[in-house]
């Protein structure tokens, strides 16, 4: 096995298509902000302005370990707090060296302003920590502990929820022990399950580590999402697909993305949105209650799991308007069934203002642990599809990927380098 000191990874989101502004380059922002918020499906999926009105985030933070956070773009002015380089390149946190964790960052708390994302989770802030990628360590002389040691710094911080949308092959004690760590200091560490589910789908790291949170992929048809990786380590899933998100570090354009790095960071910001409404709650109860309260096929088999969504995908809302899911027991971890996490209100805070040959959703489809890993077209699991839940937002949100193609002017080009995507 290779150890976290030589680890490689990379980012779980891939450009793919076109680029939403295409022709706005350079244009006023106010114009690039109203494609780009039109381009949001899955807000409207999730009945997020409902979810809104009982919850914004507000007294949550969430540590952002990915290539970098700009404070800078008109949608996270004013969002993002004091990080940390741990990554040792050139620059520090606020250098985004491609522009994917500025991206995450505004998924899960951007304003929406001059241009930006509207994160899910609006008034909660974000905490940058800077890691390196396959690329960049390539290229310059890197920190070979930086994975670990950024889980680790983001653990003894304030933050309460950690989102790592990087993944790797490889299996790293160090990385593992550092997981572990944040899950005992009351953390929920949110981790894409990675993008070639559709290839060779061997697991992914941190996703993998049972004290991680793993997160796939839906379409923006509700179903699962073939590139999402699957297994019996999934938890969850979220919204992925088609879902806009900075191009590239210049941070001029928009592109449609892919890829379960998206879905990772819409997971993050529903926790962020329920532990807003529950400041007294521990991670334990809020981690139980999103379980709960995933969304599932009307004939999915009660008490089993899905290989391709876990519990199911992600909804706040069906918690925050109808109490529907229970905290359970603060000190009892709902993934490991271990004693972690302190007391209750011991990592969150008051809430204050501060910086079938179709997939479809089916016992044997989407709720059976024995649906097969070989060909996840025949018995995919699907978040939704025609089927839609209770309060009658369709079940499926994700993103995931493979390769990326660019259009920038009706010139179409394919990326040389392609990074793990979660």
């Not at 976290?4 to 902000?33: E, F, H, M």
């Not at 809430?351 to 024995?370: F, K, L």
């Not at 699907?382 to 002017?409: H, Q, R």
Request: charge should be negative; include cysteine.
């Amino acid at each position: 096995m290779i150890q976290g000191r030589t680890l490689r990874r990379g980012l779980l989101s891939t450009v793919t298509a076109a680029v939403l502004t295409a022709g706005l380059v350079g244009v006023a922002p106010t114009a690039v902000a109203a494609d780009a918020r039109s381009k949001q499906w899955y807000l409207d999926a999730m009945k997020a302005e409902e979810a809104w009105k009982t919850s914004t985030g507000a007294g949550i933070k969430v540590a952002v370990i990915d290539s970098g956070v700009n404070p800078s773009t008109a949608s996270l002015k004013g969002k993002v707090l004091k990080g940390l380089d741990v990554a040792e390149a050139k620059g520090d946190e606020t250098d985004d060296y491609r522009g994917h964790g500025t991206t995450m960052a505004e998924l899960i708390v951007g304003s929406g302003a001059g241009g930006g994302l509207k994160g899910l989770a609006p008034d909660a802030k974000v905490i940058p920590y800077r890691v390196s990628d396959t690329e960049l360590q390539n290229n310059q002389r890197v920190n070979a502990f930086d994975m670990e040691e950024a889980i680790r710094a983001a653990a003894d911080s304030d933050a309460q929820i950690i989102n790592i949308s990087f993944a790797s092959e490889y299996y790293s004690s160090d990385v593992r022990k550092a997981v572990k760590y944040a899950q005992q200091k009351g953390k929920l560490l949110f981790a894409g399950a990675g993008n070639s589910g559709d290839k060779d789908n061997k697991p992914q790291y941190p996703a993998s580590y049972p004290e991680a949170i793993a997160v796939a992929a839906t379409t923006k048809d509700g179903e699962w999402a073939k590139y999402s990786q699957h297994g019996d380590y999934v938890d969850l899933a979220a919204p992925g697909s088609e879902i806009p998100g900075w191009c590239d570090e210049k941070f001029k354009s928009y592109c449609a993305t892919e890829g379960t790095s998206n879905a990772t960071a819409i997971a993050s910001a529903s926790a962020a949105l329920i532990w807003s409404a529950h400041p007294d709650w521990t991670g334990n109860q809020v981690l139980r209650v999103m379980l709960d309260s995933a969304a599932r096929g009307d004939d999915w088999e009660p008490g089993t799991l899905s290989r391709y969504l876990g519990h199911g995908v992600v909804r706040p809302n069906a918690h925050l308007t109808r109490g529907v899911g229970k905290p359970g027991d603060p000190g009892i971890s709902p993934l490991t069934n271990e004693k972690v996490g302190g007391e209750p209100g011991s990592s969150g805070s008051s809430p204050s203002g501060d910086a079938s040959a179709a997939p479809s959703v089916s016992a044997s489809a989407s709720g059976s642990p024995q649906a097969p890993e070989t060909d996840p077209s025949a018995d995919a699991v699907v978040a939704g599809s025609s089927k839609s839940t209770d309060d009658g937002s369709p079940l499926g949100l994700i993103i995931g990927g493979a390769a990326a193609v660019v259009v920038v002017a009706g010139v179409a080009f394919v990326l040389v380098r392609r990074r793990r995507t979660a």
